[in-house]
Protein backbone atom coordinates (compact mmCIF):
# COMPACT_ATOMS: atom_id res chain seq x y z
CA UNK A 1 0.00 0.00 0.00
CA UNK A 2 1.53 3.25 -1.07
CA UNK A 3 2.08 6.41 1.07
CA UNK A 4 -0.10 8.34 -1.75
CA UNK A 5 -3.30 5.95 -1.58
CA UNK A 6 -2.97 6.08 2.54
CA UNK A 7 -3.04 9.84 2.22
CA UNK A 8 -5.84 9.89 -0.08
CA UNK A 9 -7.98 7.29 2.32
CA UNK A 10 -7.22 9.06 5.25
CA UNK A 11 -8.57 12.26 3.39
CA UNK A 12 -12.15 10.01 2.30
CA UNK A 13 -11.66 9.15 5.68
CA UNK A 14 -12.27 12.88 6.93
CA UNK A 15 -14.81 12.92 4.67
CA UNK A 16 -16.69 10.58 6.23
CA UNK A 17 -16.70 11.81 9.71
CA UNK A 18 -17.64 15.42 8.11
CA UNK A 19 -21.03 14.07 6.39
CA UNK A 20 -21.44 11.76 9.46
CA UNK A 21 -21.43 14.71 11.78
CA UNK A 22 -23.44 16.65 9.42
CA UNK A 23 -26.49 14.49 9.47
CA UNK A 24 -26.17 13.21 13.12
CA UNK A 25 -26.27 17.38 13.90
CA UNK A 26 -29.33 17.65 11.86
CA UNK A 27 -31.05 14.79 13.20
CA UNK A 28 -29.90 15.33 16.89
CA UNK A 29 -31.68 18.99 16.36
CA UNK A 30 -35.21 17.05 14.93
CA UNK A 31 -35.33 14.40 17.57
CA UNK A 32 -34.82 15.87 20.89
CA UNK A 33 -35.63 19.81 20.29
CA UNK A 34 -37.90 19.20 17.62
CA UNK A 35 -36.50 21.58 15.17
CA UNK A 36 -35.84 20.18 11.53
CA UNK A 37 -35.29 23.45 10.05
CA UNK A 38 -31.16 22.48 10.00
CA UNK A 39 -31.99 19.11 8.65
CA UNK A 40 -34.14 19.97 5.96
CA UNK A 41 -31.66 22.46 4.69
CA UNK A 42 -28.92 20.21 4.78
CA UNK A 43 -30.71 17.93 2.40
CA UNK A 44 -32.46 20.12 -0.02
CA UNK A 45 -30.39 23.16 -0.59
CA UNK A 46 -27.21 23.76 1.84
CA UNK A 47 -25.41 20.72 2.74
CA UNK A 48 -23.13 22.60 5.14
CA UNK A 49 -25.79 23.96 7.00
CA UNK A 50 -24.97 22.64 10.13
CA UNK A 51 -21.43 23.66 10.04
CA UNK A 52 -22.54 27.72 9.51
CA UNK A 53 -24.85 27.35 12.44
CA UNK A 54 -22.58 25.60 14.87
CA UNK A 55 -19.57 28.05 13.84
CA UNK A 56 -21.95 31.51 14.32
CA UNK A 57 -23.81 30.33 17.90
CA UNK A 58 -21.08 27.62 18.97
CA UNK A 59 -21.53 29.33 22.77
CA UNK A 60 -25.01 28.02 22.53
CA UNK A 61 -25.07 25.27 25.07
CA UNK A 62 -27.38 23.59 23.37
CA UNK A 63 -25.66 23.62 19.58
CA UNK A 64 -22.62 22.61 22.26
CA UNK A 65 -24.46 19.18 23.10
CA UNK A 66 -25.75 18.28 19.92
CA UNK A 67 -22.39 18.58 17.99
CA UNK A 68 -20.76 16.43 20.80
CA UNK A 69 -23.36 14.48 20.34
CA UNK A 70 -23.57 13.69 16.32
CA UNK A 71 -19.52 13.55 17.01
CA UNK A 72 -19.95 10.25 18.38
CA UNK A 73 -21.19 8.41 15.76
CA UNK A 74 -19.04 10.30 13.16
CA UNK A 75 -15.56 9.42 14.92
CA UNK A 76 -17.60 5.54 14.91
CA UNK A 77 -17.76 5.79 11.28
CA UNK A 78 -14.27 7.11 10.35
CA UNK A 79 -12.57 4.63 12.40
CA UNK A 80 -14.34 1.73 10.86
CA UNK A 81 -13.92 3.03 6.93
CA UNK A 82 -10.60 3.51 8.31
CA UNK A 83 -9.53 0.01 9.99
CA UNK A 84 -11.42 -1.88 7.22
CA UNK A 85 -9.73 0.50 4.58
CA UNK A 86 -5.96 0.49 5.80
CA UNK A 87 -5.23 -2.83 7.55
CA UNK A 88 -2.75 -4.74 6.48
CA UNK A 89 -4.02 -7.50 3.67
CA UNK A 90 -3.46 -11.21 4.89
CA UNK A 91 -2.05 -13.64 2.33
CA UNK A 92 -2.92 -17.69 2.04
CA UNK A 93 1.16 -17.94 0.99
CA UNK A 94 1.93 -15.55 4.08
CA UNK A 95 5.37 -13.85 3.27
CA UNK A 96 6.53 -17.00 0.54
CA UNK A 97 8.14 -16.03 -2.56
CA UNK A 98 10.47 -17.73 -5.27
CA UNK A 99 14.04 -15.99 -4.20
CA UNK A 100 16.47 -13.75 -6.71
CA UNK A 101 19.85 -13.98 -6.85
CA UNK A 102 20.07 -11.28 -4.08
CA UNK A 103 18.26 -13.20 -1.81
CA UNK A 104 20.16 -16.53 -2.46
CA UNK A 105 23.76 -14.79 -1.61
CA UNK A 106 22.12 -13.27 1.69
CA UNK A 107 20.77 -16.87 2.41
CA UNK A 108 24.50 -18.09 1.61
CA UNK A 109 23.14 -21.06 -0.60
CA UNK A 110 26.20 -20.75 -2.74
CA UNK A 111 28.51 -22.33 -0.18
CA UNK A 112 31.38 -24.94 -0.92
CA UNK A 113 29.73 -27.69 1.43
CA UNK A 114 26.38 -28.93 2.66
CA UNK A 115 23.24 -30.76 0.92
CA UNK A 116 23.04 -30.15 -2.49
CA UNK A 117 20.02 -28.69 -3.68
CA UNK A 118 20.54 -27.83 -7.45
CA UNK A 119 21.88 -24.89 -8.87
CA UNK A 120 21.44 -21.49 -10.42
CA UNK A 121 23.74 -21.20 -13.80
CA UNK A 122 26.97 -22.57 -12.99
CA UNK A 123 27.13 -22.37 -9.10
CA UNK A 124 25.64 -25.13 -6.76
CA UNK A 125 22.80 -24.45 -4.17
CA UNK A 126 23.66 -26.06 -1.04
CA UNK A 127 22.82 -25.33 2.58
CA UNK A 128 24.03 -26.68 5.99
CA UNK A 129 21.52 -27.23 8.78
CA UNK A 130 19.89 -30.12 10.22
CA UNK A 131 16.24 -29.86 8.90
CA UNK A 132 14.21 -32.25 7.37
CA UNK A 133 13.86 -31.53 2.84
CA UNK A 134 11.18 -32.87 1.03
CA UNK A 135 11.75 -33.30 -2.87
CA UNK A 136 8.29 -33.95 -4.96
CA UNK A 137 7.92 -34.79 -8.47
CA UNK A 138 6.62 -37.17 -11.24
CA UNK A 139 8.39 -40.82 -11.90
CA UNK A 140 11.72 -39.90 -14.24
CA UNK A 141 11.48 -36.44 -13.30
CA UNK A 142 15.33 -36.48 -11.64
CA UNK A 143 14.07 -36.54 -7.76
CA UNK A 144 17.59 -39.15 -7.47
CA UNK A 145 19.82 -38.21 -9.95
CA UNK A 146 19.62 -34.30 -9.25
CA UNK A 147 18.83 -34.68 -5.44
CA UNK A 148 19.67 -38.19 -3.87
CA UNK A 149 22.75 -39.11 -5.74
CA UNK A 150 24.79 -36.23 -5.47
CA UNK A 151 24.49 -35.78 -2.14
CA UNK A 152 25.20 -39.55 -1.75
CA UNK A 153 27.82 -38.71 -3.09
CA UNK A 154 29.19 -35.55 -1.17
CA UNK A 155 27.62 -36.27 2.49
CA UNK A 156 31.25 -36.55 4.67
CA UNK A 157 29.10 -38.47 7.75
CA UNK A 158 27.29 -41.52 7.22
CA UNK A 159 23.95 -42.19 5.86
CA UNK A 160 20.87 -44.92 5.04
CA UNK A 161 19.47 -44.84 2.01
CA UNK A 162 16.26 -46.58 1.04
CA UNK A 163 17.26 -47.46 -2.57
CA UNK A 164 14.52 -50.23 -3.58
CA UNK A 165 15.37 -50.21 -7.26
CA UNK A 166 19.49 -50.28 -6.47
CA UNK A 167 20.64 -47.37 -8.75
CA UNK A 168 21.62 -44.93 -5.97
CA UNK A 169 23.54 -47.78 -4.84
CA UNK A 170 25.07 -48.73 -8.48
CA UNK A 171 25.71 -45.06 -8.89
CA UNK A 172 27.55 -44.16 -5.59
CA UNK A 173 29.23 -47.34 -4.00
CA UNK A 174 32.50 -47.35 -5.88
CA UNK A 175 33.38 -43.92 -5.28
CA UNK A 176 32.01 -44.26 -1.63
CA UNK A 177 34.40 -46.93 -1.07
CA UNK A 178 37.10 -45.26 -2.84
CA UNK A 179 36.62 -42.20 -0.57
CA UNK A 180 37.23 -44.58 2.67
CA UNK A 181 33.84 -45.23 3.38
CA UNK A 182 32.52 -48.38 4.62
CA UNK A 183 29.58 -49.74 2.63
CA UNK A 184 26.77 -52.27 2.94
CA UNK A 185 23.79 -53.92 0.79
CA UNK A 186 21.04 -54.94 2.86
CA UNK A 187 18.74 -56.70 -0.10
CA UNK A 188 16.88 -59.47 2.09
CA UNK A 189 15.76 -61.75 -0.17
CA UNK A 190 18.36 -61.11 -2.61
CA UNK A 191 21.61 -63.14 -4.28
CA UNK A 192 23.54 -60.32 -3.26
CA UNK A 193 23.04 -58.82 0.17
CA UNK A 194 24.82 -58.53 3.19
CA UNK A 195 23.35 -59.67 6.33
CA UNK A 196 22.74 -58.53 10.01
CA UNK A 197 21.93 -60.94 13.27
CA UNK A 198 20.68 -59.11 15.94
CA UNK A 199 21.43 -62.39 18.13
CA UNK A 200 25.43 -61.05 16.83
CA UNK A 201 24.93 -58.63 20.26
CA UNK A 202 23.60 -60.99 23.19
CA UNK A 203 26.29 -61.54 25.68
CA UNK A 204 27.32 -65.09 26.25
CA UNK A 205 27.72 -64.68 30.21
CA UNK A 206 24.46 -66.16 31.30
CA UNK A 207 23.02 -63.20 33.51
CA UNK A 208 23.62 -60.91 30.38
CA UNK A 209 22.40 -63.37 28.23
CA UNK A 210 19.29 -63.42 29.86
CA UNK A 211 18.90 -59.24 29.84
CA UNK A 212 19.82 -59.70 26.42
CA UNK A 213 17.38 -62.15 25.31
CA UNK A 214 14.67 -60.13 26.59
CA UNK A 215 15.91 -56.59 25.56
CA UNK A 216 15.50 -58.13 22.12
CA UNK A 217 12.89 -59.74 22.25
CA UNK A 218 11.10 -56.60 23.32
CA UNK A 219 12.30 -55.05 20.54
CA UNK A 220 10.99 -57.54 17.97
CA UNK A 221 7.71 -57.71 19.62
CA UNK A 222 6.80 -54.31 21.30
CA UNK A 223 4.49 -54.12 24.34
CA UNK A 224 2.17 -51.75 24.20
CA UNK A 225 1.03 -51.82 28.59
CA UNK A 226 -1.92 -49.41 28.18
CA UNK A 227 -3.81 -51.77 24.65
CA UNK A 228 -6.36 -54.31 25.53
CA UNK A 229 -4.06 -56.85 23.93
CA UNK A 230 -1.23 -56.24 26.49
CA UNK A 231 -1.15 -59.91 27.21
CA UNK A 232 -0.98 -61.22 24.38
CA UNK A 233 1.87 -59.07 23.74
CA UNK A 234 3.80 -60.17 26.68
CA UNK A 235 3.01 -64.03 25.94
CA UNK A 236 4.15 -63.39 22.58
CA UNK A 237 7.30 -61.60 23.93
CA UNK A 238 8.21 -64.98 26.15
CA UNK A 239 7.62 -67.04 23.32
CA UNK A 240 10.41 -65.27 20.91
CA UNK A 241 12.66 -65.51 24.05
CA UNK A 242 12.18 -69.30 24.16
CA UNK A 243 12.94 -69.43 20.53
CA UNK A 244 15.68 -67.15 20.69
CA UNK A 245 17.06 -69.26 23.82
CA UNK A 246 16.62 -72.39 21.59
CA UNK A 247 18.29 -70.64 19.02
CA UNK A 248 21.43 -69.81 20.66
CA UNK A 249 21.92 -73.40 22.84
CA UNK A 250 21.05 -75.42 19.80
CA UNK A 251 24.29 -77.12 17.75
CA UNK A 252 22.03 -76.91 14.51
CA UNK A 253 21.84 -73.45 14.24
Request: with cysteine.
Amino acid sequence: MSQGYKAFYLLFCTGIVVAVWILGYGLGLQIFFRDGRILEATITTNPFAPLQQFWLYKSNTTLQMVAIGALVPALLAGGLAALLGLRPQGSPLGDAAFQDIASLRRGKWFRKAGHVFGRVGRKILRTKDDRHHLIIGPTRSGKGAGYVIPNALMHEGSMIVTDLKGEIFKATAGYRRRSGSQVFLFAPGAERTNRYNPLDFIRQERGNRTTDIQNTASILVPENTESENSVWQATAQQVMAGAISYVLESPFY
